[in-house]
């Protein structure tokens, strides 16, 4: 079969220089990719040469191709339908989320007061900063240290004694390792677990609140307060 010329597929569209030609070329639909086939082959085929024409071999072969691209670009198509339909199905998913708590990979927590009121009319005040563990094996010490968020100063030790592996919810109340009450605010700890002696894998986990949920390029995003954007498969537990 003899090759085509560059003016035979420059015929196939036009003039080769229009802006419709170069749209057309750079269409990949289905539909698209067969006319282009259809027409390269109507030039083949006029153009052959009549001492050796294209047998049936050849015309089944490039009909095979026609096939197979034009089945490529449908299931591409379909592939990118279900991904957005997929991404559309994660989004609706995780706004469920919006306004729970969560436990995320960090080591920020805030310090809070929260005060209530007696029938008496008497005030108590309490403060509150939720963090958590992440232990990869059974752990018989767990030493936490706290420290003011600003200067780095140690405010307060804590040794959680022997966990299960898996994740520790834990709670301070705000009291420093002088036995006073720390200022609201803003600190930052980290996690040491040992068990008989030998290091156990800890992960810190701060503790938000799910404000929004964003979407882009990158998928879907969850807006955390005291944690920042993350995936959703970047929340440890649900709270």
Do not use: C
């Amino acid at each position: 079969m003899t090759t085509v010329s560059n003016d035979l597929l420059s015929s196939m569209n036009g003039t080769s220089t229009s802006t419709s030609n170069t749209s057309s070329l750079n269409d990949n639909s289905p539909e698209a990719i067969q006319n282009r086939f259809l027409k390269l082959l109507t030039v083949q085929m006029q153009n052959q040469d009549p001492t050796n024409p294209m047998d049936n071999s050849q015309l089944t072969t490039q009909l095979a191709q026609l096939s197979t691209v034009s089945g490529i670009s449908q299931l591409n198509t379909t592939l990118a339908s279900l991904m957005s339909n997929l991404g559309t199905s994660q989004s609706l998913q995780a706004a469920n989320m919006i306004g729970h708590s969560v436990l995320a990979a960090g080591n920020n927590l805030t310090l809070t007061s929260d005060t209530t009121k007696a029938a008496d009319g008497t005030e108590t005040t309490t403060q509150k900063a939720v963090f958590g563990v992440q232990l990869g094996a059974n752990a018989d010490s767990i030493k936490v240290t706290i420290r003011d968020a600003t200067t780095g100063a140690v405010v307060r030790q804590m040794d959680l004694g022997s966990q299960a592996a898996g994740t520790v919810p834990v709670i301070w109340d705000g009291t420093n390792d002088a036995g006073t009450k720390a200022a609201d605010g803003q600190y930052t700890f980290t996690v040491a677990a040992t068990s008989a002696g030998t290091a156990v894998d800890a992960t810190a986990l701060s503790f938000g609140t799910v404000a929004s949920v964003s979407t882009g390029t990158d998928g879907v995003k969850l807006n955390v307060s005291n944690i920042g954007t993350i995936k959703p498969t970047d929340v440890i537990q649900i709270l």
